[in-house]
């Protein structure tokens, strides 16, 4: 099992950029894919980002092509999504998580994740 702490989050105007940190618990952290989702209160959570246990390989959602990206140091434990030219629509709570098992294949599905974080906030004003 990992553990996954946010933080990053906050408010910020429509074009501004933000950092998101994930950081994790446990030596299982480095050979595990991770992913970042996010969702709006009476919406599924959606699927934003995810990138392989050794970086060599990411897959985002078509709407954040180009201005995400997520990356990972494995050294510090910590994944990262790195949002600019934020959208209003991209205003929800944003989660990371860890697949269940070493070694694995990127998933855009939520139920392909065994491990989550508790949230953070990004709100994007006009």
């Known amino acids: 099992q990992v553990q996954l702490v946010e933080t990053g989050g906050g408010l910020v105007q429509a074009g501004g950029s933000l950092r998101l940190s994930c950081a994790a618990s446990g030596r299982a952290f480095s050979s595990r894919a991770m992913g970042w989702f996010r969702q709006v209160p009476g919406n599924e959570r959606e699927f934003v980002a995810a990138?392989?246990?050794?970086?060599?390989?990411?897959y985002y959602m078509d709407s954040v092509k180009g201005r995400f990206t997520i990356s990972r140091d494995n050294a510090k434990n910590t994944v990262y999504l790195e949002m600019n030219t934020l959208k209003l629509e991209d205003t929800a709570i944003y989660y990371c998580?860890?697949?269940?098992?070493?070694?694995?294949?990127?998933?855009?599905?939520?139920?392909?994740?065994?491990?989550w974080g508790q949230g953070t906030q990004v709100t994007v004003s006009s």
């Open positions: 998580a860890a697949s269940p098992r070493s070694y694995e294949t990127l998933y855009s599905s939520p139920t392909r994740y065994a491990d």
């Open positions: 990138i392989t246990w050794n970086g060599g390989n990411t």
